[in-house]
């Protein structure tokens, strides 16, 4: 499955409320060159710094793109703005570390990322607001989304369902670990509560979307996204932490990969089932509980979302890997813990 690439924004979406800034400021990335304060351009890239408004025009494709400085908190307004013809790992409008952007859009705006890049890139602990009366296209290169991220998306907080739920006794083996590059990774998670639903006739508890339940025979409990997203510090914590989208990218390149699905590639998904990843065909479950595909599937949640229905997962099978799987968050799959 691939993620949805192109995004058409032409209503007013949020407000979002800034510090004080600089005074207003213009750039031409046509002719590179522009008025005011807030900004550095070191040809093919200008820089938002902290604090800035500025408004952005001009029609380019030989390379030339906007960054966003780490930790800083500008207003960007793009008026007619063309960007296009980018080189892998590049995207036309990128927000670095801890960036927050309160993006206007104006007239007609097109953003076209190069392979592996959004049109957009807004990663993990950036924020991005965006509004105007204009149009926006925004088309991410391959495994890139239209606004979000390319080979990592954005975290993006959708309600699950209130209310708290007791695990019992949360536990995974630390003592039987796996580190595959700069990470290491737990053996599956398990909890007391879990194992103590009632699974008989093809009937399952009809709490199972905000908790978990067992998976006799197999490594670790089964869990919904919503759980995982909504009590990760208890399911993964002593320095442990629920991994994210980018985590199992980072896992599958080190294992041999790309970060990318792959039919076959025996190689790399024997690294899963061997001694650098202790994997195991466990299988999931649907939202009514139903085991499925046990020695044929296994599915691992991370807690990053792909949309308001479906959750980032690690998949690989027989046959494939895809560390960038996404299904709908009411499966249960199983959950690892990274440091």
Same mark, same amino acid.
């Given at each position: 499955?691939?993620?949805?690439?192109?995004?058409?924004?032409?209503?007013?979406?949020?407000?979002?409320?800034?510090?004080?800034?600089?005074?207003?400021?213009?750039?031409?990335?046509?002719?590179?060159?522009?008025?005011?304060?807030?900004?550095?351009?070191?040809?093919?890239?200008?820089?938002?710094?902290?604090?800035?408004?500025?408004?952005?025009?001009?029609?380019?494709?030989?390379?030339?793109?906007?960054?966003?400085?780490?930790?800083?908190?500008?207003?960007?307004?793009?008026?007619?703005?063309?960007?296009?013809?980018?080189?892998?790992?590049?995207?036309?409008?990128?927000?670095? $570390? =801890?960036? @927050?952007?309160?993006?206007?859009?104006?007239?007609?705006? +097109?953003? *076209?990322? /190069? &392979?592996?890049? !959004? #049109? %957009?890139?807004?990663? $993990? =602990?950036? @924020?991005?607001?965006?509004?105007?009366?204009?149009?926006? +296209?925004? *088309?991410? /290169? &391959?495994?890139? !989304? #239209? %606004?979000?991220?390319?080979?990592?998306?954005?975290?993006?907080?959708?309600?699950?369902?209130?209310? +708290?739920?007791?695990? /019992?006794?949360?536990?995974?083996?630390?003592?039987?670990?796996?580190?595959?590059?700069?990470?290491?990774?737990?053996?599956?998670?398990?909890?007391?509560?879990?194992?103590?639903?009632?699974?008989?006739?093809?009937?399952?508890?009809?709490?199972?979307?905000?908790?978990?339940?067992?998976?006799?025979?197999?490594?670790?409990?089964?869990?919904?996204?919503?759980?995982?997203?909504?009590?990760?510090?208890?399911?993964?914590?002593?320095?442990?932490?629920?991994?994210?989208?980018?985590?199992?990218?980072?896992?599958?390149?080190?294992?041999?990969?790309?970060?990318?699905?792959?039919?076959?590639?025996?190689?790399?998904?024997?690294?899963?089932?061997?001694?650098?990843?202790?994997?195991?065909?466990?299988?999931?479950?649907?939202?009514?509980?139903?085991?499925?595909?046990?020695?044929?599937?296994?599915?691992?949640?991370?807690?990053?979302?792909?949309?308001?229905?479906?959750?980032?997962?690690?998949?690989?099978?027989?046959?494939?890997?895809?560390?960038?799987?996404?299904?709908?968050?009411?499966?249960?799959?199983?959950?690892?813990?990274?440091?």
């Amino acid at each position: 499955m691939k993620p949805f690439k192109t995004l058409i924004l032409c209503t007013l979406l949020a407000f979002l409320t800034m510090p004080k800034a600089n005074a207003q400021a213009t750039f031409n990335l046509e002719t590179g060159t522009g008025t005011g304060t807030g900004y550095t351009w070191s040809n093919p890239i200008l820089t938002i710094n902290n604090g800035a408004t500025i408004t952005i025009t001009g029609t380019v494709s030989d390379g030339r793109r906007i960054e966003v400085a780490a930790n800083a908190s500008v207003n960007i307004t793009l008026d007619n703005v063309s960007i296009t013809g980018l080189a892998d790992n590049q995207s036309p409008l990128l927000l670095n $570390d =801890g960036a @927050t952007v309160a993006l206007t859009i104006e007239g007609v705006n +097109t953003l *076209t990322a /190069g &392979n592996n890049c !959004a #049109g %957009i890139q807004a990663p $993990d =602990g950036t @924020t991005l607001t965006i509004g105007g009366t204009g149009f926006l +296209t925004a *088309t991410g /290169g &391959n495994f890139g !989304a #239209g %606004i979000g991220g390319g080979k990592s998306l954005v975290e993006v907080a959708t309600p699950c369902d209130a209310g +708290t739920f007791d695990f /019992g006794t949360v536990s995974f083996a630390t003592a039987t670990t796996w580190t595959v590059g700069s990470q290491t990774w737990s053996d599956a998670v398990t909890a007391t509560n879990c194992q103590k639903t009632v699974f008989d006739g093809g009937v399952y508890e009809d709490h199972y979307n905000v908790d978990c339940r067992s998976n006799p025979g197999q490594k670790g409990d089964l869990f919904s996204w919503c759980a995982v997203a909504r009590f990760k510090e208890t399911l993964c914590s002593g320095g442990w932490r629920v991994p994210t989208r980018q985590d199992f990218i980072d896992l599958d390149i080190a294992l041999g990969g790309d970060g990318g699905i792959r039919y076959p590639d025996m190689t790399t998904l024997a690294k899963y089932m061997g001694s650098f990843w202790g994997g195991s065909y466990g299988g999931y479950c649907y939202s009514d509980g139903t085991l499925n595909y046990q020695g044929w599937y296994a599915n691992y949640w991370s807690q990053s979302e792909n949309s308001a229905t479906n959750g980032f997962n690690l998949n690989f099978n027989s046959s494939n890997v895809n560390p960038q799987n996404y299904n709908n968050k009411n499966n249960g799959f199983a959950l690892r813990c990274v440091r």
